[in-house]
């Protein structure tokens, strides 16, 4: 079964910056369409981004021109880079792949994003 990993969250001011890692215990990671994801309190997890196999990028409208998407594939990890952070990007982020099926792995546990002053 493959295991996701999500670190690097933690408590930030308005207009801050984080890193989020994403590792993922699988052969030929390099293969995957990876996606970040996000879940605020009381709300449905939705996609933040995605990066495909080849290192192209696709954005939410709400994060565009903040966030950006990276992978190291020798690494087994994607990254999110958030930058001017905002209070409403506080949620638990996650990644994982992106099929046209839906199909996805177990969901990791996360790492919470807090942003206030």
């Known amino acids: 079964q493959v295991q996701v990993e999500e670190s690097g969250g933690g408590l930030v001011q308005p207009g801050g910056s984080l890193r989020l890692s994403c590792a993922a215990s699988?052969?030929?990671?390099?293969?995957?369409?990876m996606g970040w994801y996000r879940q605020a309190p009381g709300k449905q997890r939705e996609l933040v981004g995605s990066i495909t196999s080849g290192g192209r990028t696709n954005y939410a409208d709400s994060v565009k021109g903040r966030f950006t998407i990276f992978r190291e594939n020798a690494k087994n990890t994607v990254y999110l880079q958030m930058n001017s952070l905002k209070p409403e990007d506080t949620a638990v982020y996650y990644c994982?792949?992106?099929?046209?099926?839906?199909?996805?792995?177990?969901w990791g546990q996360g790492t919470q994003v807090t942003v206030s002053s």
């Open positions: 699988v052969r030929d990671f390099s293969t995957f369409y």
């Open positions: 994982n792949r992106l099929t046209a099926s839906g199909t996805v792995w177990a």
